[in-house]
């Protein structure tokens, strides 16, 4: 138990003077009481316990412990701060030498070994610029090759796949016909409106208007790739908010789908 204590009081003393203020005040009461130590480890062989005692109690006697403790504490804060005011010139020094005279030595002697800052600042940013557009370029790339297969899937999904067929009699293949969608996206590219036809869808995708009596919209009303929902603007009735139908979607994707591989 003795032995636990001991340690105990030791590794306190030791946390104690690793703290900067407590070291400081502990170096600073060992050398206003150097006398005391000193003569402790060299008293003559001939001094007896009482003259030790004699000398110690008169030692703490003309230099009372508390007061002696309360002006080492002062004296260590003023340690403390010169030390730290000290080591602060010291950095203020290296930091001018290092990053002030040197580079303009550097600037002088071996100008290609050194980049200005703003040069450096400027060649970092526009790095992080081109990063940053690469990423963006990249994820457009994927989101595209996902919309591209999410089309694909959708096309094989809603389109019938109908094989040739072989007569027997005249030994003539017979082609498959086209579904309506694939017949309805020919027929408009046959007549040159599947510009018009992404314009329109194109509006109502961004739940912009129509105008109802325009020709084109006219036409693919009729043929049932659009729909109005409700009456837009002063109630005038001439420009509707439209929906595509499910007709109207299988074209759209038959357009992109187009698009993309053209």
């Given at each position: 138990m003795i032995k636990d204590l001991l340690i105990s009081f030791k590794d306190n003393i030791k946390s104690k003077s690793a703290n900067p203020l407590f070291g400081a005040i502990i170096i600073v009461w060992l050398v206003k009481n150097w006398n005391l130590f000193f003569s402790l480890y060299y008293f003559e062989p001939k001094a007896s316990l009482v003259e030790k005692r004699a000398f110690v109690i008169e030692h703490f006697t003309a230099r009372p412990f508390l007061g002696t403790l309360l002006w080492c504490i002062g004296e260590a804060f003023i340690v403390l701060a010169l030390s730290y005011l000290l080591l602060n010139a010291a950095r203020l020094i290296i930091n001018l030498f290092e990053k002030r005279l040197t580079p303009h030595i550097y600037k002088l002697?071996?100008?290609?070994?050194i980049v200005l800052k703003s040069k450096y600042d400027a060649l970092e940013n526009e790095r992080k610029r081109l990063e940053k557009k690469i990423?963006?370029?990249?994820?457009?790339?994927?989101?595209?090759?996902?919309d591209i297969e999410r089309l694909e899937k959708r096309l094989a999904s809603t389109t019938e796949i109908i094989e040739p067929i072989k007569d027997e009699n005249s030994n003539q293949t017979i082609q498959p016909t086209p579904d309506v969608a694939q017949r309805m996206f020919e027929n408009l590219k046959k007549n040159n409106e599947l510009a018009n036809f992404e314009k329109a869808t194109t509006e109502i995708i961004n739940q912009g208007p129509l105008k109802k009596d325009t020709d084109y919209v006219i036409e693919f009303t009729t043929l049932g790739l659009i729909r109005p929902t409700k009456m837009y603007g002063d109630g005038s009735g001439n420009y509707y908010i439209y929906t595509m139908t499910d007709l109207g979607i299988k074209v759209r994707d038959l357009l992109i789908l187009d698009r993309i591989s053209g």
């Open positions: 002697t071996d100008e290609k070994s990423e963006e370029e990249r994820d457009g790339r994927l989101k595209l090759q996902e």
